[in-house]
């Protein structure tokens, strides 16, 4: 064995000997995912998705492929836009309950989603910078409330009520912005349909390993 190649080798050792951090779901950052309406304050064309108010993701009407990370139901009060008063959240059953007991507002089903979405040939790697695999990706966080929830969590929910031992990030999702209209009123909704194709076996063992294990 050459002195170059004994070099290398222990270099390899010594770095793989390092101490490393053991992470959960809760030690990451997750950057905010925003559905742009005519109305937001958020610069950018109406109907995109945007990744922390700065970088668009896919536009209106457009389609990409993502890999539900996670869902998470969650409860809110559904106070007036205009009221400058903060809304009270609950996140089980027996919560919604009691806030519903106690509040003047009708109290909506809401949900937290994390999409994993990979680098398209022309994407911008500051916007895709996690390496999974030989790709790489964007990861970010989605609201979703009344026509957003039931066009995104509620098909997933549907999906897993027929599908029970399939875990949710074993597929991926097509994700679209489309524009609903109802009378006279017309805003952008975000919309998840199942796909035929699967994320990579890297992409399941990230997943498997960071958000089974918080």
Not at 146 to 173: E, H, M, V
Not at 192 to 202: F, N
Request: aromatic letters at 8%; hydrophobic letters at 35%; proline letters at 6%.
């Amino acid at each position: 064995m050459s002195t170059k190649v004994a070099k290398k080798e222990k270099a390899e050792v010594a770095v793989a000997e390092l101490p490393k951090l053991v992470i959960s779901a809760d030690d990451i950052e997750i950057p905010k995912l925003n559905v742009i309406q005519k109305q937001s304050n958020i610069e950018g064309n109406p109907g995109s998705l945007m990744l922390e108010q700065t970088h668009e993701v896919v536009g209106k009407d457009k389609e990409i492929s993502v890999t539900v990370v996670n869902a998470n139901k969650r409860w809110r009060e559904d106070i007036d836009f205009d009221l400058d008063e903060m809304p009270r959240y609950a996140d089980t059953e027996e919560e919604r309950a009691t806030l519903q007991a106690d509040s003047e507002w009708p109290v909506i089903e809401i949900a937290d989603l994390v999409f994993l979405m990979e680098k398209p040939e022309d994407g911008d790697e500051t916007v895709y910078p996690y390496p999974i695999g030989k790709s790489q990706f964007a990861l970010g966080k989605l609201n979703v409330q009344k026509d957003g929830y039931r066009c995104t969590y509620k098909r997933l929910a549907t999906y897993a009520a027929f599908n029970p031992t399939q875990p949710l990030a074993s597929i991926k999702w097509n994700f679209k912005v489309e524009l609903l209209t109802r009378g006279k009123y017309s805003w952008f909704v975000p919309s998840l349909t199942v796909s035929s194709d699967e994320p990579s076996g890297e992409v399941v063992d990230f997943i498997s390993k960071i958000w089974t294990t918080s």
